[in-house]
């Protein structure tokens, strides 16, 4: 299929595949794969936990503008608690791939597995650090889970979401055992399950 690239292009068409969220205790897990364009290159990409929130914000909208193609996706607390963390995590990456505008010679996925895709995939261990479409899809995912939380927060004040992002820090384990789980909270994981339980 001809996509209308410049064709010594094909050669770079290499997708970067990352997840942000495997570990909260609320909230979807929200992947993001990035084709980057050599002909327009980004600098500073690097692993999104490396950079500050406002370099982070500055390169999502670099990204977004700049890339051959992105996809943001997810996996919603349900899928989650139906399917386990990891599964949720391979389904996400999954949509991320399949909703990219332009197809992938080859998907490059952030860690020590792959989902199953249509195309080509390999795993790269530490590649957010290693491979530049892999820390430009770390900043989509993480940039836009970050939002979300903050938004959460408003709906369910009094967790600390905006601060802690669903992790389970002091913080959130106190507000858990005084407030109780939300519609947000993962049911499958053992602080919440224990609280459910109990």
Same mark, same amino acid.
């Given at each position: 299929?001809?996509?209308?690239?410049?064709?010594?292009?094909?050669?770079?068409?290499?997708?970067?595949?990352?997840?942000?969220?495997?570990?909260?205790?609320?909230? !979807?897990?929200?992947?993001?794969?990035?084709?980057?364009?050599?002909?327009?290159?980004?600098?500073?990409?690097?692993?999104?936990?490396?950079?500050?929130?406002?370099?982070?914000?500055?390169?999502?909208?670099?990204?977004?503008?700049?890339?051959?193609?992105?996809?943001?996706?997810?996996?919603?607390?349900?899928?989650?608690?139906?399917?386990?963390?990891?599964?949720?995590?391979?389904?996400?990456?999954?949509?991320?791939?399949?909703?990219?505008?332009?197809?992938?010679?080859?998907?490059?996925?952030?860690?020590?597995?792959?989902?199953?895709?249509?195309?080509?995939?390999?795993?790269?261990?530490?590649?957010?650090?290693?491979?530049?479409?892999?820390?430009?899809?770390?900043?989509? !995912?993480?940039?836009?889970?970050?939002?979300?939380?903050?938004?959460?927060?408003?709906?369910?004040?009094?967790?600390?979401?905006?601060?802690?992002?669903?992790?389970?820090?002091?913080?959130?384990?106190?507000?858990?055992?005084?407030?109780?789980?939300?519609?947000?909270?993962?049911?499958?994981?053992?602080?919440?399950? !224990?609280?459910?339980?109990?």
């Amino acid at each position: 299929m001809q996509l209308g690239l410049d064709f010594s292009l094909v050669e770079e068409l290499v997708a970067g595949v990352d997840e942000v969220g495997r570990g909260p205790l609320c909230g !979807a897990v929200v992947t993001a794969a990035v084709i980057l364009d050599p002909q327009r290159p980004i600098l500073g990409l690097n692993d999104s936990k490396k950079l500050s929130e406002a370099r982070r914000d500055h390169l999502f909208d670099e990204i977004r503008e700049k890339a051959l193609a992105w996809c943001i996706a997810r996996a919603e607390v349900e899928e989650i608690d139906r399917l386990n963390i990891l599964h949720a995590t391979m389904l996400a990456m999954q949509r991320a791939v399949e909703g990219l505008s332009v197809t992938p010679k080859l998907a490059l996925i952030d860690g020590n597995r792959c989902p199953k895709l249509a195309v080509p995939s390999a795993p790269v261990v530490k590649g957010d650090s290693r491979v530049p479409a892999i820390a430009a899809a770390s900043i989509l !995912a993480k940039v836009s889970r970050d939002r979300e939380m903050r938004e959460l927060d408003l709906q369910y004040p009094g967790y600390g979401i905006a601060g802690h992002k669903g992790y389970p820090t002091a913080e959130h384990l106190a507000a858990l055992q005084r407030l109780g789980p939300t519609p947000i909270h993962r049911r499958s994981f053992a602080p919440v399950r !224990a609280l459910l339980e109990s």
